[in-house]
């Protein structure tokens, strides 16, 4: 059983930051693009950043300009930082591989973004 943990949600007030963290199996992070991915209330998971090893990041439209995906290769740990937060960014975000393999989601972690 694979297992990816993700940290760092809350609770905060539109406008503010966060950053997430996830930390991997050496097994699956050194060798693989990682992204975050987030599933609000009646919607579909969707992507929000990717990164490859080297690395080279994409970000989904919503969230460009305002998150930074970045990794650790020491520490097998993959960060979203999350700045002008806004209340549709409210949802609970997992990071997996990029593509996503569907036996590795984890538990995930709240992010609320109040108005």
């Known amino acids: 059983q694979v297992q990816l943990v993700e940290s760092g949600g809350g609770l905060v007030q539109a406008g503010g930051s966060l950053r997430l963290s996830c930390v991997a199996p050496?097994?699956?992070?050194?060798?693989?693009?990682m992204g975050w991915f987030r599933q609000a209330p009646g919607k579909q998971r969707e992507m929000v950043a990717t990164?490859?090893?080297?690395?080279?990041?994409t970000y989904s439209d919503s969230v460009k300009g305002r998150f930074t995906i970045f990794r650790d290769n020491a520490k097998n740990t993959v960060y979203l930082e999350m700045t002008g937060l806004k209340p549709e960014d409210t949802a609970v975000y997992y990071c997996n591989m990029n593509p996503p393999m569907p036996n590795f989601w984890g538990q995930g972690t709240q992010v609320t973004v109040s108005s």
């Open positions: 050496g097994s699956i992070f050194n060798r693989n693009a």
């Open positions: 990164i490859t090893r080297y690395p080279f990041t």
